[in-house]
Nanobody, 123 residues
Framework: QAQLVESGGGLVQPGGSLRLSCAAS????????VGWFRQAPGKEREGVSC????????DYVDSVKGRFTISRDNAKKTVYLQMNSLKPEDTAVYYC????????????????WGQGTQVTVSS
């Protein structure tokens, strides 16, 4: 059964860091683009970052550029999102997703989704 499982969320103070992990199983994630998305209460889902399957080309939403870094370890079938200098506005449920085409921040471009992990940034 193909699935993506996120982990690493939690409560952190403003300015702190977290590293989210997205572990894939049941399919060859090496061939997939992987994206991170987030959804805060009362807001629409937002694309945060993505990484291509082979070249490792990345893209980020402007609000996280310079603070977040996406990476992948195909041998471990895992994609990471390192989040530094966290702000209260980063509070959301974070989802990873896998797609077959382009590194995109648009949710409909992805076909497989994880269940999400909560990130709360608060003092």
């Amino acid at each position: 059964q193909a699935q993506l499982v996120e982990s690493g969320g939690g409560l952190v103070q403003p300015g702190g860091s977290l590293r989210l992990s997205c572990a894939a199983s049941g399919f060859t994630v090496d061939y997939y683009v992987v994206g991170w998305f987030r959804q805060a209460p009362g807001k629409e889902r937002e694309g945060v970052s993505c990484i291509t399957s082979k070249s490792g080309r990345t893209d980020y939403v402007d609000s996280v550029k310079g603070r977040f870094t996406i990476s992948r370890d195909n041998a471990k079938k895992t994609v990471y999102l390192q989040m530094n200098s966290l702000k209260p506005e980063d509070t959301a449920v974070y989802y990873c997703a896998a797609g077959r085409y382009v590194c995109s921040l648009n949710g409909p471009d992805y076909s497989r989704w994880g269940q999400g992990t909560q990130v709360t940034v608060s003092s």
